[in-house]
């Protein structure tokens, strides 16, 4: 994957886990129920923004993991 599509999808990852941040955070009204938990789209868009953080850095020459031989 290019440097420039992972930036994107960065970018992308970021907008829609401040998204579910915001939108769980919000104060339910008494007696309200809702069906769908944000929490784990916030997850899942955490788990991606770290994958994709840290293949940038693997694209920028810095060694992420130790291969013992």
Do not use: Q
Request: glycine fraction near 8%; avoid cysteine.
């Amino acid at each position: 994957m290019s440097v420039g599509l992972t930036v994107i999808l960065l970018a992308l990852s970021v907008i829609a886990t401040g998204f579910a941040v915001w939108r769980d955070s919000l104060p339910r009204p008494n007696g309200k129920i809702y069906w769908f938990s944000w929490k784990p789209v916030f997850m899942i868009g955490l788990v991606v923004v770290i994958v994709l953080i840290t293949h940038l850095v693997n694209l920028s020459g810095i060694e992420t993991v130790t291969r013992r031989r």
